[in-house]
């Protein structure tokens, strides 16, 4: 049956069947050697993310309700070695991969790419039997859409309460799926609206198990948007910009030049920024100006008297838990953040993030001499950092997370440390070194299946 939509008016011309076009039409010896590298380290880092993420409560609840439904064994769950179908799979490795809140971010997303791509180029490739540079190619896909969405969707979408990783990232999900897929890009247009009708995500639900489902189930329905897309399913193939579609329900900052914007010259894949620190991006620049503060030889800890942080306005929406009593919300907590770093406690260790330090009383007396407060001037990715000492000293310090990388070598062996860290008590040294190996040679792959055998955990 040949497919339409009634025109309803649009705001902006042909925007989802131009990004289609464009995710469809990707090829692997179009990208940028750099692209190529920063996709591998996102597989590396997202596969790390989501092997320790696999241990979390959330996770086992997710994959006990899977084990329980069923489905055709042809996509692995990493950690497990279940093999599902890869709708399911995906459900369940998008959710542990964000589980521990310690995946990548993208600023013009305004949220996580890879925990809702990677589950669906794991799943599909592995049933598909496709090869590394079609999953890589699939990967960067699904990431351009990301940012290319979410940029046009502008800041409002995230300051009303939308999840962008749920909401925006169920359509590079979708995209992703679409080019494993190899459909057109007419198909890839229809894919977009399934996977748009399906999109969803609450910022609300930050410090709970739901906000990693939103990973989960944005990596499934795009798995779902395209699956349904190859079969002749209808959907509207100009979700994006037509009336009551998904920007004119969604937000209210509407910039469809940013969709568009150098399209096919201009990859943001490079502008992926990876965490070091367990918790929410949010309390980086804090942690990173106040370890500075604590090498300043001015500073002395017996003479702490308070410290405040000023933040952007609409992170105190995002991770401002006053008095976090769990694990999931130690991790949205500037104050519990900055109290570990007060303490000596090391921010990238998972400990550190448990119910157990939320509620430690010596954490807990330390993060009563944190302040907290916004500041309009202060970029996304910024605060000011001040710390009184009772000599009448000030401290202060700016920290900034915003600026590019430029270094990708070194970015690569922060990442192989990282993946190190969390892997290795789980799999052991030789399975880390395999899927290390394997991931820093994907293009050389014939697929995903030498990295998945080594992550299974015993």
């Known amino acids: ?67 329980e439904e069923g489905g055709s064994p042809k996509s692995t769950i990493v950690g497990y070695g279940d093999r599902t179908s890869p709708s399911q799979a995906a459900f369940v490795n998008g959710s542990a991969a964000h589980a521990l809140d310690y995946d990548d971010v993208l600023r013009p997303l305004h949220g996580h790419p890879t925990v809702t791509v990677l589950p669906v180029v794991l799943a599909l490739g592995e049933k598909l039997g496709v090869g590394g540079k079609e999953m890589i190619t699939a990967f960067v896909a699904g990431v351009e859409i990301d940012a290319r969405v979410g940029a046009m969707m502008g800041d409002k979408h995230y300051e009303k309460g939308w999840h962008a990783t749920g909401t925006v990232g169920t359509l590079g999900a979708a995209a992703a799926a679409a080019r494993l897929m190899k459909l057109d890009a007419g198909q890839t247009a229809h894919c977009l609206g399934i996977a748009a009708t399906q999109a969803a995500g609450l910022k609300c639900m930050f410090g709970t198990e739901c906000k990693p489902l939103h990973a989960g189930k944005a990596a499934m329905n795009g798995v779902i948007a395209a699956e349904l897309s190859a079969r002749g399913f209808i959907s509207r193939a100009d979700v994006l910009e037509c009336r009551q579609g998904f920007a004119d329900t969604q937000t209210d900052s509407f910039q469809p030049h940013e969709a568009l914007e ?162 290795k008590p789980l799999i052991g040294h030789c399975n880390t070194n395999q899927v290390i190996d394997a991931v820093w040679s994907f293009e050389c792959q014939s697929g995903i299946c030498t990295a998945l055998s080594g992550l299974k955990i015993a």
């Open 1 to 67: 049956m040949a497919r339409h939509a009634v025109n309803m008016g649009s705001y902006a011309e042909n925007i989802t069947q131009q990004l289609a076009a464009y995710s469809s039409g990707l090829k692997f010896q179009n990208l940028p050697g750099e692209i190529v590298l920063v996709a591998k380290q996102c597989v590396l880092d997202g596969l790390g993310v989501m092997l320790a993420g696999s241990r979390e409560p959330l996770a086992k609840k997710v994959i006990s309700f899977v084990r």
């Open 262 to 423: 150098e399209l096919g010259d201009v990859f943001h894949t490079l502008d992926v920024k990876f965490k070091y620190h367990a918790s929410c991006f949010g309390t980086h620049a804090m942690l990173e100006a106040l370890a500075t503060i604590k090498k300043n030889p001015a500073f002395d800890p017996e003479k702490l008297e308070r410290i405040e942080v000023r933040v952007p306005p609409f992170a105190l929406d995002v991770c401002n838990i006053q008095e976090p009593r769990t694990g999931h919300e130690a991790k949205f907590s500037y104050r519990h953040s900055a109290a570990l770093a007060m303490l000596g406690e090391e921010t990238s260790s998972l400990e550190s993030y448990s119910d157990d330090a939320a509620q430690r009383s010596d954490i807990v007396e330390m993060r009563e001499k944190v302040f907290i407060s916004s500041a309009k001037n202060l970029d996304r990715y910024a605060s000011d950092v001040f710390v009184y000492l009772n000599n009448k000293t000030v401290i202060t310090e700016h920290g900034d997370m915003g600026p590019p990388v430029e270094d990708f070598g070194t970015q690569g062996e922060k990442l192989e440390h990282k993946f190190r860290a969390l892997a």
